[in-house]
């Protein structure tokens, strides 16, 4: 008889993710599908919550979704996976040199390899009264919360900054049955991703529903004795205001880095592979610069998962490369799309359709025989093809004069 020889497992690694959102749980689960054995995983989150779908906090704001539809991950789930997690209890040091994060709560946990995702948070125009109760960002379920509680008065809004967030914010409130106007600096709504023909018809489609508007409008001051009453104007007009909510951008949060000496620009900047300065400290989403940009939009941080959780699995070749994203407004009945650069270069050309009976405009940058820029309102089928064409830089030159027409007639043409 032979004798058997124990197996020697190895014993796992210690894996230590700050940030229990969307980023760092998508790498969680690209990690995961590579080596699930890899390591013991303990997540801090400074969220009372599981891992929920950010981006539908507009729905739920609007009453379109419930709470419970948001949740991506149950905490069965973390369970079923073995991940420890601590909810409600934010990293509040790390201690490089001991491999170690210790959280508000007091509790220390050693690391071989820890992963920041602590995404941003809101820029609070640090406007006189901005700290007064009812004042707030569009970040989290407690911002959908204090939105619900206020719109249970009725009253007025303001929404603060027109862009994506502010008029979904916008439309929400509204929909819950508050008097809503959006204060925006210049004189194009979502100026980051439109230009002034689609801004103008998104503008008269909301204004259409009820959403009051002040463009080029300077806040200069919130007031209120013992919470907001009003919202004051560089001009020297004011308006009622129950409740401020500002979506004038947002701040990578990369406090916990900066203190741990990690090297941080505008947030903290990493390579391709997703690695910080500290070879043991990857970092993925809003809180990263990567060559220069940061993040705002989701699907970046999808590719940014797949690369560092093959890099966290010790099965990494992948390197993560930037590309352009679209964007779309999630509020029902307003179909807008838009991609890539859309202000255009002195050498690009615009191929535009407008058709005001049917609400629909498009606009195509093209440059040499490559498009490079996608604006569409009202009629937004087409806008993943334009996307595609934009990404893989396809020759248009064959399909120029039924681009515009979308995919169906284009490939009748080719
Ligand atoms: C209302 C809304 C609508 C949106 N709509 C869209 C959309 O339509 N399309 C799109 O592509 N994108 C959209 N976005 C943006 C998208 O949600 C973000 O890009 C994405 O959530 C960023 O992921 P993240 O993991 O970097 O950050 P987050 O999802 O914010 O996760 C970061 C987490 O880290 C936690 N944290 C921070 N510091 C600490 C700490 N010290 N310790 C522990 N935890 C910490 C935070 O509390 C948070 O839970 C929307 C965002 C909002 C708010």
Redesign the pocket.
Same mark, same amino acid.
């Given at each position: 008889m032979t004798a058997t020889m124990p197996v020697l497992v190895p014993p796992r690694q210690s894996l230590v993710v700050?940030?229990?959102?969307?980023?760092?749980m998508r790498t969680v689960e690209e990690l995961l599908k590579l080596a699930p054995a890899l390591y013991d995983i303990t997540v &801090?989150?400074?969220?009372p919550h599981t891992n929920y779908n950010?981006?539908l906090? %507009?729905p739920v704001l609007a009453g379109e979704k419930a709470r419970e539809d948001i949740v991506i991950h149950s905490r069965a789930w973390y369970l079923e996976q073995g991940i420890t997690l601590y909810s409600g209890d934010?990293?509040?040091h790390i201690d490089r040199q001991r491999r170690l994060v210790r959280s508000k709560s007091g509790r220390e946990v050693w690391y071989d390899r820890l992963l920041l995702?602590?995404? %941003?948070t809101p820029f609070i125009l640090p406007v006189p009264g901005h700290l007064l109760p009812g004042v707030i960002g &569009?970040?989290?379920l407690a911002d959908v919360d204090t939105m619900l509680a206020a719109s249970a008065h009725g009253g007025h809004a303001v929404v603060i900054g027109g862009g994506?967030?502010g008029l979904?914010a916008a439309n929400g409130l509204h929909r819950r049955g508050m008097h809503v106007t959006v204060v925006h600096v210049s004189d194009t709504l979502m100026n980051q991703q439109l230009d002034k023909n689609a801004a103008r018809l998104l503008q008269q489609a909301l204004t259409l529903r009820g959403i009051e508007f002040r463009m080029q409008a300077q806040t200069t001051e919130i007031a209120g004795a013992r919470r907001v009453r009003a919202v004051r104007f560089k001009d020297g007009t004011a308006i009622p205001a129950d409740l401020v909510v500002m979506t004038a951008g947002v701040r990578p949060?990369i406090e916990?880095a900066r203190q741990a000496g990690l090297y941080c620009e505008r947030a903290i900047v990493v390579d391709d592979t997703l690695q910080t300065y500290d070879p043991r400290i990857y970092a993925?989403?809003?809180?990263v610069q990567h060559r220069s940009a940061t &993040?705002?939009?989701?699907?970046p941080?999808w590719e940014q998962a797949k690369v560092a959780g093959a890099h966290l699995a010790r099965s990494g070749h992948r390197r993560y490369v930037q590309t352009s994203?679209p964007t779309?407004l999630?509020v029902t009945g307003i179909e807008l799309y838009s991609v890539g650069d859309f202000s255009g270069t002195a050498s690009s050309e615009d191929l535009v359709l407008r058709d005001p009976r049917r609400g629909i405009y498009k606009r195509l940058i093209v440059e040499g025989d490559v498009l490079t820029g996608a604006v569409l309102y009202g009629d937004v089928s087409d806008g993943p093809w334009y996307s595609e064409l934009i990404r893989q830089r396809v020759n248009i030159a064959p399909i120029r004069q039924q681009l515009l027409f979308g995919e169906a007639l284009c490939s009748r043409a080719a």
């Open positions: 700050v940030g229990n959102g969307m980023a760092g &801090f989150g400074a969220e950010r981006i906090l %507009s934010p990293v509040v995702a602590t995404g %941003s &569009f970040r989290d994506l967030l979904e949060n916990l993925v989403g809003e809180c &993040f705002g939009l989701v699907a941080l994203t779309r999630k």
